[in-house]
């Protein structure tokens, strides 16, 4: 029972108080927010050596019982040990061991391997996921976009006129209709979800600082 | 009615194929741009308002903040690209920062120190690079208060109040603009700590996909203008260039004189331009509007820079109403034969960097050397290839580049040239030898040859041959400055389109499939 | 208090202008003083700041620059303080760009003083000496810097100095004021009282909640589901992908995909289905973790928790992506979560999870993603239905009062929407105020 009043007690107090520090600007409740937003970070950075135990113990499962996919575990392991090392000796400052030329500079080798290794392998599989979406756009849409009903047509008209108007900007007259469908109706909109998301998370925050939301702590009791 | 059934349930991977290959063809394929491209409204807003900053007045630095990760990289440096070359373009003091993203740090860096080098900037007193700085919120708001206090140091570790610089930029006061280059939703911490608390005005580039999460802002002003992924930052380019970077010719007539050809330059305006007309130009604004009402059309000859003021070139300025509020802005083409302290002078006005110029130099120099060693000293191609004569030019302007400006004997480095040679080096020197005595005997009979004498004659002879052969020269390498090179958003601009319409024609087959089966079923 | 804030400005009013100009100008025009200069403590700021403002001397257009002068109460002599450019009729004084340098000052001497304990164990005594010597130096400059600083509680008076030239022409003195932290802040008293009214009235309909009174929730189709999909995976004897956003735990949607995950696992515990949940942010891989635990031991089977189902991916939100997505199609789940924060991950994820023949519910309040979820899942959570998910699935009268207060809150947004927007187009000024902060 302790396990769970304790933090609600904390996140209630805790909560009324940055609540009301919000409204003081005197200099020692600036001090207060300044010293949680330190604490955030601190508490971050332990959380992400629960996340690399999480990573390195989920991947080494899978190598041992052999799991479906387990071959891309070890590259996974491999990737993460190699850069690491490379990239905390590679980026100390000041760090010149085993020096090759590169891009007309002296560097160690570990920050040659570190800078190679991110510039192209990371960078480039990043973009080629990232570029995907334009395929699944494509795929998606024609997938989806079927005018069965008055709404759906309307909504496809829209999409074809700003489509069009990005296309052939320069051609058809097109363009500041596609300009007005973003920037009248697809705000009208917009502006209603959020201000309804935003009521419902004050809400949620509400109810969470006063402990009626507790779902996010796990268990119901 | 099988194939129409068909068609509204094509595979997917068919479509992707399509995709593909439409996308990637106008890639490879240089597809002619129309020469005139009208930037969308949110685009345009951006470039006004950084034509409108006044480089020695108030707010008159600017701020970048590269929020983005190399994975959305393609969308966002070209928009950062165009932003920078506008920037260094107009002088404007540039201060470039990372905030939401540590990566952006390298990569704005990247896209600075190599746009400086090509505009000919000093560090810390064009532009100042700050590095990455974690805090989102407390660095916009400090940045409002006081810049050193957020970035006591410059990237390079040097204290910002020894930057020149620095010395007149303290906070918002002095900024113009603060554009926002991101992958994410960064730019709402500018808008709001940024201009809600100080007023500082606020542009973003995004990424396409996000565009329209920016509308709310810029409805309410809050965001000056916004940059919508590849098709802004085209536009952005497109406006650039058009007003500050017209294709340049170079070309070298002799040791120290040059044409410098100007090709016309157009470009679309609108009425809120006319003020930046005025300012741009120093035309008297009033005057010009009471002009243009009148006679639809302004006329005239600008002198071309102040420096130039010994030899009064001129420009001629053609603004035209063309209708729908619209106006036709025209430079005409102009040929400038110049010498080489106000030819750097103009390639740095047109923001031609160094290196195009050595570029340039450097085919034109070859083309006369290889011309003159050819005709003149009788070289047999068998013994001196061009490839040699290639290599060895390239190799001596690399240690010596400066002779070639300088009026200084061009004669050693030829002989090197050839002498370098081995095999061919006994023939180099007889022919040489020979030129030599040919041409001073015919130039001066009486005279007594000394080596010394030789070689300064000759050189003088040389010159002449130079200057001579140059007027009706057959060019043989392009080497006019295509300054298209930097439009890397709209080469991409037509595999965007072939994008879009891809999807837009699939999207109706597989309405007109559902519409045919529809129907029938009925 | 307001006699003397008056007083100067009535002296500079009755002062015949320029006569204390310096003999020398021949060849500089003579210039008069800044006028009525006034000090008052900025209001609404954490203190160790005042504002002065004053009248542009008659010859602004003339003059090189303004030079800001101060003086403390217990001070004899006049402080130079910043240069201004003409035409500028107000400066905030404050600490801002002392502090930095008195930090920089400091650690010098730390450098300083380190060096020192190093010369002094291998004694070097020249070096020692030197060292010595220098932070003596920056410790006396450390100490006149500090004396600079604007402190709070001390009274300040300021004087206004044209200058061009040599010419140098002071303005009266000003007022005495001295420099406070607030403790509220008045120009949020909108935000307040708009906080005030929805949390009374999120309050009062938990009340009336636990009085009894039924309150109606509309269906939400993508909520029902939820309940299905678990029932449809158990059948199906595949396993539930249950992606929690790609946010850090501050965002709320996070929070409000947590407290539905709850119920998700809870669900599959008692089914026995297999749950996966990848992680993008460490502290909301340690909470989920803890969520599913729990969920298992509520229902009574601690022991069948699969510590294997709960994990931590990368942060880099690409490679997430990749993660993911392999997962869809090596396990081919029955049913797919996307729930809470997504950026441009949204469709890349729901689209593989098309193809892989998965059910898929989404539900995000970004509203530039929702058109992906849309065309990709079966069913989205748009929006606020999204924080309304625990209400709707528990009943609980606590959790569905807050959602009668929040219909109430919209309203009244649109009512005052309409009223303010009528309010300016009537030209009445005021008004466009009230709702900013």
Redesign the interface.
Known sequence: MLKRRIPLMLTLVLGIAMMIQFFIPHRYSQVIYDTSIEWYRIAYSFAFILGLSSFITHHWRKIRHKKEGWHYSPVALGAMIVMTVVGLIGLTPGMNWLPVNWQGQQVSVFTYLFRNFYNNMMVPLGATMFSVLAFYIASAAYRSFRAKSLISILLLSAAFVVMLSIIFYNVLPLGDIGEWVLSVPNMAAKRGIFLGASLAGIATSLKIILGIERGYLGGTK | MKFWERLGSIDRRIIYLVLAVLVIVPLIATVKLPSKVRAMPRTKDIFDHVEAIDPNGQRKAMILSVDFDPQVEPELKPQMEAMVRHAFARDIPLIVLAMASIQGTDIGNEIVLRLAREHNKVYGKDYVLLGWKPGLVAVVLGLGNFIEQVFPTDYFGNRLSELPMMQDITNYNDVGLVGNFTGSSSYGYWVIYGYNEFGVPVAAGVTSVSVADLYPYLGSKQLIGMLAGMKGAAEYERLVKDRYYPNIDIELLGPNAFKVTVDEQTYDADDDDVTNLAHRFKLNEANLRQILEKENRFEKALPLLEFLDATPYTRQLIVEDIGKRFLEVKIEKQELPVDRAEMLMLADFYSVSASIIDTILRVEVQGLLKEVLGAKLQIQTADVTDLVIEEKVSEIMDKEFSIIFHQTPLLDTIADTLILEPSSEEKARQNLEQALKEVIRVSYPEAEISDSLAREVLSTELNDILKVKSKGRKRETEVSVERDIFLRGTQALPALSAALIVIIVFVIIGNVSFFVTRRRKK | MKFIILLPLLLAQMEPPSDTLAPDSLVMPMIRPATNVVVSDVA?????QLEITWALSPDDELIDAYLLLRMGEKDTVYQDIDFLAPGITSYTD?N??I??YI??LETQIKDLGRQLRRAEKRAEQTIADSLRGEIAATDSELAEIRNMRLENRVAYKYKVAAILGEQRVESEESNFAKAS?????IT?IN??VA?VT??SL?LIF?YRARQGKQLFLRKIAGLEEIDNAVGRATEMGRPILYVPGTSSI?D??T??S??????VA?KAAQYDTPIIVP?MD??V???T???????F??VGRPDAFN??S?????Q????F??AVN?IML??KPATNFFLGMF??ES??L???G??AGSIQIAGT?A??Q?P?F???CDHTI???E???A?AYISREP??IG??K??DW??AI?AFLLVVLAVLAGLGIAFVDKILI?
Do not use: C
């Open positions: 609404n700021d954490e203190g160790n404050n801002n760009s502090d930095p930090g920089h932290g607030q403790w509220f802040d949020a935000v307040l906080m929805f949390f999120i938990i501050s709320i949607a929070i409000a947590l407290t539905i995950l709850q119920g809870k992680n460490p502290i891989y340690s909470v973790r803890e969520i599913v635990k729990e969920a031991s509520d510590p294997d709960v994990f931590f991916i990368t880099n939100q690409f490679a992506v990749s392999g090596r396990e950026y441009a469709l890349l729901a689209e593989t098309n193809i309040d509203s530039a929702l992906f849309i065309t990709a748009i929006g606020e999204l924080y309304a625990s606590d959790l807050p959602i207060a929040q809150g919209k947004i902060t």
